[in-house]
T-cell receptor, first 114, second 114 residues
Framework: NAGVTQTPKFRILKIGQSMTLQCTQD?????MYWYRQDPGMGLKLIYY???????DKGEVPNGYNVSRSTTEDFPLRLELAAPSQTSVYFC?????????????FGQGTRLTVV | AQSVTQLDSHVSVSEGTPVLLRCNYS??????LFWYVQHPNKGLQLLLK??????LVKGINGFEAEFKKSETSFHLTKPSAHMSDAAEYFC????????????FGTGTRLQVFP
């Protein structure tokens, strides 16, 4: 059981480039989330989804887009990379909302924008 | 609005001595509270959670936490530290009836010396 899988693990982008961070879960969870983790700041919610076809903004959505065409996949898109988007990105999933059931996290994607 | 404050950014203990990681929360409603652990270069893993049942919550790896409403605290403890406990620990809150999103504290880095 792979759980939550994120790719790539590391990436360096130039300012203005775009990329997609991939996230797949094999637990048939309805809820999926994207967080960013900056040093000393904890995790901040970027976007989340409560099911296929449904997405909503979190605390820090600017500069990002998401889609949820299937239950398994929840990709995060950066259209015009900026240095402020240098961070570690975590994808997570849960069966119910995170207050009700355990959230399972991927191993993270370390992104550097130069 | 909900928030959590982790009172120590770093805690250092010797192996075999007790661990105390402090967390205070602010919530207008009955909260759900969690502790997550993040080992180096890994995703986050749930240690334990409080959801208005027993105030003393036992988690994995010998950790436990006590919910104290009068003190708005949810401190994490372990009687005897092990080298493998060295990691980053996050205290997390969510409103009990809005279960979509977690609010993370800034984290406490635990060092364990031999």
């Amino acid at each position: 059981n792979a759980g939550v899988t994120q790719t790539p693990k590391f990436r360096i982008l130039k300012i203005g480039q775009s990329m997609t961070l991939q996230c797949t879960q094999d637990m048939n969870h309805n809820y999926m989330y994207w967080y960013r983790q900056d040093p000393g700041m904890g995790l901040k919610l970027i976007y989340y989804s409560v099911g296929a076809g449904i997405t909503d903004k979190g605390e820090v959505p600017n500069g990002y887009n998401v889609s949820r065409s299937t239950t398994e996949d929840f990709p995060l898109r950066l259209e015009l990379a900026a240095p402020s988007q240098t961070s570690v990105y975590f994808c997570a999933s849960s069966e119910l909302g995170q207050g009700s059931s355990e959230a399972f996290f991927g191993q993270g994607t370390r992104l550097t924008v130069v | 609005a909900q928030s959590v404050t982790q009172l120590d950014s770093h805690v250092s203990v010797s192996e075999g001595t007790p661990v105390l990681l402090r967390c205070n929360y602010s919530s207008s409603y009955s909260p759900s509270l969690f502790w997550y652990v993040q080992h180096p270069n890994k995703g986050l893993q749930l240690l334990l959670k409080y959801t208005s049942a027993a105030t003393l919550v036992k988690g994995i790896n010998g950790f436990e936490a006590e919910f104290k409403k009068s003190e708005t605290s949810f401190h994490l403890t372990k009687p005897s530290a092990h080298m493998s406990d060295a990691a980053e620990y996050f205290c997390v809150v969510t409103r009990s009836y809005n279960t979509d999103k977690l609010i993370f504290g800034t984290g406490t880095r635990l060092q364990v010396f031999p």
